[in-house]
């Protein structure tokens, strides 16, 4: 049981619809269902009950959702506090992405260029990037184009089509191609990253798009992902430039066909904001080091 599959749980009570509590949080119903289920497994009792259309919290359920917010706020606060903490300091830059393991390298070399600034560095999930008050905490987000409210924010594109790749194990049978085409996944079995993710969501898009039935052998985080893609347990979707990340260091990455739609990394920061001298040199360093990236497969 973690602290999203809680945040699922608080909505789920407020709303008392799976339905608008999953489009709510930005996951499929039963994605939704099976988040419930586990929190249930683990407390061994009953949270919600079923009366016609909507569903209500049981006596154990209204015990559990107390404590809930109480964590809920708690932890919330913590991530407040700490941020505010580290804006203590005029030359600390605070950065939000939606993968943590994308950006390692640019980040890596900006540090190294400018040890005299200092990085927060957090990632958000779908729900938080959809967030305007969270959002607002940070100096700049990287993530997709689509990711987050453009009315708020200035933007640069540092990868306009970062395309879609799976990511196979050497040895692979998919190996032996140059593309792959929506027959050739048809019978693979997928490690998907847990709902919430935005690279969840590109690949539930891209699954869809394809015209395909996933067989799902488990939903995970990204250090998961890469170990059980490792262990032949199946295959991953990621894009080109996720694909050069030091994590995946050691799988194959082969571009999928079919005129699959990219995604477009981007670099937002607030509309008619005043940068400072160090957030210019961060935002002017990222736009520099894609400038010279060629999205190739290494």
Not at 23 to 48: C, M, Q
Not at 189 to 199: D, P, Q, R
Request: net charge positive; charged share 25%.
């Amino acid at each position: 049981m973690n602290i999203d599959q809680l945040r699922y749980f608080k909505v789920l009570a407020g709303e008392e619809n799976i339905a608008k509590a999953a489009s709510k949080l930005y996951i499929s119903p039963p994605a939704l269902h099976a988040s419930i289920s586990r929190i249930e497994k683990y407390v061994g009792h009953p949270l919600f009950e079923k009366r016609g259309r909507h569903i209500f919290l049981t006596g154990y359920g209204k015990i559990m959702y107390k404590y809930v917010c109480e964590f809920i706020e708690s932890s919330d606060q913590l991530q407040t506090e700490m941020l505010s903490y580290s804006t203590q300091n005029n030359d600390i830059v605070k950065v939000g992405v939606s993968a943590l393991t994308l950006w390692q390298e640019p980040i890596m070399k900006f540090l190294d260029e400018h040890p005299e600034i200092k990085l927060a560095h957090s990632s958000l999930k779908n729900e938080q990037l959809a967030d305007e008050n969270v959002v607002a905490k940070f100096d700049f987000i990287i993530t997709d184009l689509h990711d987050i409210n453009n009315d708020f924010w200035e933007r640069s594109i540092l990868i306009p089509e970062d395309k879609p790749v799976v990511m196979v194990w050497p040895g692979h049978r998919l190996t032996k191609k140059k593309v792959v085409k929506a027959e050739d996944l048809k019978d693979e079995v997928f490690i998907a990253l847990s709902n919430g993710y935005s690279s969840r969501k590109y690949f539930d898009q891209v699954i869809k798009f394809l015209g395909i039935e996933p067989v799902i052998y488990t939903e995970s985080d990204y250090s998961l992902r890469t170990a059980l893609v490792k262990a032949h347990k199946g295959i991953a979707v990621s894009t080109i430039y996720g694909a050069a990340a030091p994590m995946l260091a050691g799988l194959v990455a082969i571009p999928i066909g079919s005129g699959v739609f990219p995604r477009v990394q981007t670099l937002f920061w607030k509309k008619n904001s005043k940068l400072t001298p160090q957030q210019i040199d961060f935002q002017q360093f990222l736009i520099k080091f894609f400038k010279a990236y060629k999205g190739n497969i290494k």
